[in-house]
Structure formats: structure tokens, C-alpha cells
């Protein structure tokens, strides 16, 4: 009798069978590499690319056995770090790999990369189902986004050479925990404390574009954008800024959600570790003059938004408070 495919653990129709799905919700190319024009309106066009995944927060999803959100959470982290260089995101493809196909999980997770690139206002060109039988334990897979944006070339992010001292630090709101930190997340909480947080744990990432991209084209004042995910604000928060400064952050600036304080609180983590880990409840962090700070918290319009600290001379970042 022949080992056939099938027989070794692939099954290809089944595969198809995820694609079928894919074009019942979204228009999708036949061909071998996905096509995508250049938008016009750009006089030096800048492609913007990212490649994420969601990390150890899948742990929690399978867990739960709940995998509708964390395709969301894929888009988010590929989409909301172009939006630093100033970019809109433009397509996306996915990349999903399990041992064994699991058509309702696929589905399921496909449905919310669908919805995080609805949100962010991108195109689902195409992607990678990959069955590997034996390479993962049952019931799991691994997830990866890859995100291709544009941006015209005197709009690009950071605008190093304008940082200055005096200038403000506004923190936009997280969703939660974002995709980051679940290693740690999973230390200290028990599988039956995971399971009744799940709602909270799997909350998915927010998506920023649409509001900074609208804020983008109405104000120029915005010198730097630092999406907070893994290493937290001392490694995310400073990136662009000219040597000799640094972020002075102020710690009562914001309420930062009792999930993250009870974390630090189990882990017995003090605030610089807390910090280097979690996003503490600031998801998405803007430099801005000074004199701009009141208009632009007045035009976010989709999440809370505070200022929470200041550009000052130093070389490392000063969490205050």
C-alpha cells in the first residue's frame, strides 16, 4: 500500500479548503506572488515593511481554545510599527503553521486577520497555510504577519533633527497587554486564573492607524512615533532621538490599569523592570512641540490620550513618580 501525503499527516485539501474561505471574504490573486499598485499621489514614494508575530499570547489562546482575536493582534504589531515611520499600510499577508490542519482554528484566526486589516485600512493579499506533522505539539501554531506600507519621502518619521529639548511626550492608551510580556504573564498567573482572564488576556491589540494618519496629514508637528512592545519603554520609547536626550516620563500622568500593577505586584518587579516589560496601559507614544500638544489630544478621537512626559538632556530615560 503507498505512504501517500495524506498518510504522512499533509493534507493539501484541506488546504485548499482554507483558501476557499479566504475568497469568500476577500479578493484574492491566483497567481504565485500577490500584485499590488503603487498608489498614486506620491512624488518619492518610500515602502514601508515590517514582519511580526503575536509571540507567547498564543499560548493563552490555545489554552482557551479561543483564536479569534489573535489575528488581530498580528496585524496590529506589523501595521502599528510602519505607522512610526509615517507610513500608511498598503497589503498584508499571513503565515500560519501547525502539525495537524484545523479548519475551524484557521478559519477562525483568518477571520481576525480580516478584521485587523479592515481596520487599518489595508489589503489581505495572500499568505502560507503550512501543515508540518511532527514539528508542533497538538492543538498549536505558530502565527507571522508581514505588512508593506508607503510614505512620500519628506514625510518620513523621525524627524530626528527637529527633537529638542522641551518638547512633550503624549501616550495614547493600550487595549491591555497588547502581544507582549506573556512569557512572564504566564509565570505568575495559574492555568485556572488564565482561563478566567481570558477576556482580558486576549484582548486584542489596538490598531492606531487611522487615527494618527489622519492627525499625520493635518499636523507636521509630530516629530517621532514609537509603537511600546517588547523591551517596553526604555528600549521602544527613545528610539530616534538625537544623542544627549532623553524621555522624562511621569508615572501619575495616566491611570495605568490594575492588571499590569498586579503583575508587578506578583513578580515583585520594580517600576524600570516593570516598564522594560509591559506597556503599563501607553500602547502608542508621540513626540510633538509643545505648542501643538492640546490641539492634537483634542483631535484623537478613538482612544484616550494623555501627556506623560517630557524630551530633557540625559542619556538615559527618568521614570518619575
Not at 205 to 212: A, E, G, H, L, N
Not at 219 to 247: C, E, W, Y
Request: proline share 4%; charged share 25%; aromatic share 8%.
Amino acid at each position: 500500500m503507498a505512504v501517500t501525503y495524506r498518510k504522512a499527516g499533509v493534507d493539501v485539501r484541506k488546504a485548499e479548503q482554507v483558501v476557499g474561505f479566504l475568497k469568500q471574504k476577500v479578493r484574492l490573486d491566483n497567481g504565485f506572488g500577490a500584485l499590488f499598485p503603487m498608489p498614486k499621489g506620491y512624488n518619492s514614494p518610500i515602502l514601508v515593511s515590517s514582519a511580526d508575530g503575536v509571540g507567547t499570547k498564543l499560548k493563552i489562546a490555545f489554552l482557551c481554545g479561543k483564536h479569534d482575536s489573535v489575528g488581530i493582534d498580528l496585524v496590529a504589531m506589523n501595521v502599528n510599527d510602519i505607522l512610526c515611520r509615517g507610513a500608511k499600510p498598503l497589503f498584508f499577508l499571513d503565515y500560519i503553521a501547525t502539525g495537524k490542519l484545523d479548519l475551524r482554528v484557521s478559519k477562525a484566526v483568518l477571520s481576525g486577520v480580516i478584521k485587523g486589516c479592515e481596520e487599518a485600512g489595508c489589503k489581505l493579499v495572500g499568505g502560507e497555510t503550512a501543515e508540518m506533522p511532527g514539528f508542533y505539539p497538538q492543538g498549536e501554531y505558530e502565527l507571522a504577519g508581514f505588512c508593506v506600507g508607503v510614505v512620500e519621502k519628506d514625510n518620513l518619521l523621525p524627524r530626528t533633527k527637529k527633537i529638542k529639548e522641551g518638547d512633550v511626550v503624549i501616550g495614547l492608551a493600550s487595549s491591555g497587554l497588547h502581544s507582549n510580556g506573556f512569557s512572564l504573564v504566564r509565570k505568575v498567573f495559574s492555568e485556572e486564573e488564565l482561563k478566567k482572564r481570558s477576556r482580558e488576556l486576549l484582548t486584542p491589540t489596538r490598531i492606531y492607524v487611522r487615527d494618527i494618519l489622519r492627525l499625520l496629514r493635518k499636523n507636521r508637528s509630530i516629530k517621532q512615533i514609537a509603537h511600546i512592545t517588547g523591551g517596553g519603554f526604555p528600549l521602544k520609547a527613545v528610539k530616534g532621538l538625537p544623542d544627549g536626550l532623553t524621555l522624562r516620563i511621569d508615572l501619575n500622568s495616566w491611570p495605568i490599569p490594575e492588571l499590569f500593577l498586579e503583575i508587578k505586584r506578583r513578580a515583585k518587579l520594580d517600576n524600570w523592570q516593570a516598564f522594560s516589560t509591559f506597556n503599563m496601559g501607553i500602547g502608542l507614544i508621540l513626540i510633538v512641540d509643545a505648542r501643538s500638544a492640546d490641539l492634537i489630544l483634542r483631535d484623537l478621537r478613538s482612544c484616550p490620550a494623555w501627556v506623560i512626559g517630557k524630551v530633557v538632556r540625559g542619556r538615559k530615560m527618568r521614570l518619575r513618580g
